[in-house]
T-cell receptor, first 111, second 116 residues
């Protein structure tokens, strides 16, 4: 069965550095999402992407964040200047008409 | 925007008993209600979902009910087993089929513990 994949599984970075989190959604999916989950808390929506553009973003998704679909397969989340509070698990997800497919997540640790 | 409330935050049951987790949502436009199971350190896994034109859906030991008027939906797990122990999240979303979708807004989660 096809799966959403994410790399890296764990990223450690210094505060103020840029990070890029990578996702490969399932190939025939049309909707792409980034979510984050701070340890022990609920999953929070960051951004949705459809038809090669952002369709919605939350208040968390400020100017430090950006998303790209640079080619037909990858979907990336960039955090320009990381802050301590950006430490979380970041999940990519994709879907056709139901959001059933989350990637395994990237654990981002900002020191 | 949409707000999803989930109760209880923790639930402990004996193996074989039933477990019920309840959620309410605020946006009457929401029309898709999935439930996710998340084991420690793992990704959320979709276990069942219901659309707004359906009142109840069952899949083996799991069932979900939806009351659109009251904006409530619930997850029912019967004959619980220790492997059902996990955090369960409800969520609500407006889906515009063939067009852009609204955000999937999650509840805060319920930690279910099933004691053998």
């Amino acid at each position: 069965e096809p799966e959403v994949t994410q790399t890296p599984s764990h990223q450690v970075t210094q505060m103020g550095q840029e990070v890029i989190l990578r996702c490969v959604p399932i190939s025939n999916h049309l909707y792409f999402y980034w979510y984050r989950q701070i340890l022990g808390q609920k999953v929070e929506f960051l951004v949705s992407f459809y038809n090669n553009e952002i369709s919605e973003k939350s208040e968390i998704f400020d100017d430090q964040f950006s998303v790209e679909r640079p080619d037909g397969s990858n979907f990336t989340l960039k955090i320009r200047s990381t802050k301590l509070e950006d430490s979380a698990m970041y999940f990519c997800a994709s879907g056709v008409d139901r959001l059933g497919f989350f990637g395994p997540g990237t654990r981002l640790t900002v020191l | 925007g949409e707000n999803v409330e989930q109760h209880p935050s923790t639930l402990s049951v004996q193996e074989g008993d039933s477990a019920v987790i309840k959620c309410t949502y605020s946006d009457s436009a929401s029309n898709y209600f999935p439930w996710y199971k998340q084991e420690l350190g793992k990704r959320p896994q979709l276990i069942i979902d219901i659309r707004s034109n359906v009142g109840e859906k069952k899949d083996q030991r799991i069932a979900v009910t939806l009351n659109k008027t009251a904006k409530h939906f619930s997850l029912h797990i019967t004959e619980t087993q220790p492997e059902d122990s996990a955090v369960y999240f409800c969520a609500a979303q407006y889906m515009n089929y063939g067009g852009s979708q609204g955000n999937l807004i999650f509840g805060k989660g319920t930690k279910l513990s099933v004691k053998p």
